[in-house]
């Protein structure tokens, strides 16, 4: 079992940054490959960026290519996302999940974390 918790979400003034963070539990958390998703509202959940257990690959979303970066910490337990440029359409609730392969698709992802709101106003 891994539990995940989200911090970090909050509203922001496009063109500027904030950083998600994700702590992991269990006794296994550092073995998971991580990925963030968020879901706008009336809109399905879509992937934003995944990493694998050792931080050597990573993927994203071509929406957020160049703007978010996504990191792990497995001394911490804990995954980032640094988004950057953000923009209006960035707003949605982020969540962090965990899977044992590096996937884009969501039904792969086994854990998921409660989720943390992100607003950009324009």
Same mark, same amino acid.
């Given at each position: 079992?891994?539990?995940?918790?989200?911090?970090?979400?909050?509203?922001?003034?496009?063109?500027?940054?904030?950083?998600?963070?994700?702590?992991?539990?269990?006794? %296994?958390?550092? #073995?998971?490959?991580?990925?963030?998703?968020?879901?706008?509202?009336? @809109?399905? #959940?879509?992937?934003?960026?995944?990493?694998?257990?050792?931080?050597?690959? %990573?993927?994203?979303?071509?929406?957020? @290519?160049?703007?978010f970066t996504i990191s792990r910490d497995n001394a911490k337990n804990t995954v980032y996302l640094q988004m950057n440029s953000l923009k209006p359409e960035d707003t949605a609730v982020y969540y962090c999940a965990a899977d044992t392969i590096? %996937?884009?698709?969501?039904? #792969?992802?086994?854990?998921?974390?409660?989720?943390?709101?992100? %607003?950009?106003?324009?």
């Amino acid at each position: 079992q891994v539990q995940l918790v989200e911090s970090g979400g909050g509203w922001v003034q496009a063109g500027g940054c904030l950083r998600l963070s994700c702590a992991a539990s269990g006794r %296994t958390a550092s #073995r998971y490959i991580m990925g963030w998703f968020r879901q706008a509202p009336g @809109k399905e #959940r879509e992937f934003v960026a995944a990493i694998s257990w050792s931080g050597g690959s %990573t993927l994203y979303a071509d929406s957020v @290519k160049g703007r978010f970066t996504i990191s792990r910490d497995n001394a911490k337990n804990t995954v980032y996302l640094q988004m950057n440029s953000l923009k209006p359409e960035d707003t949605a609730v982020y969540y962090c999940a965990a899977d044992t392969i590096l %996937t884009t698709m969501s039904v #792969r992802y086994d854990y998921w974390g409660q989720g943390t709101q992100v %607003t950009v106003s324009s």
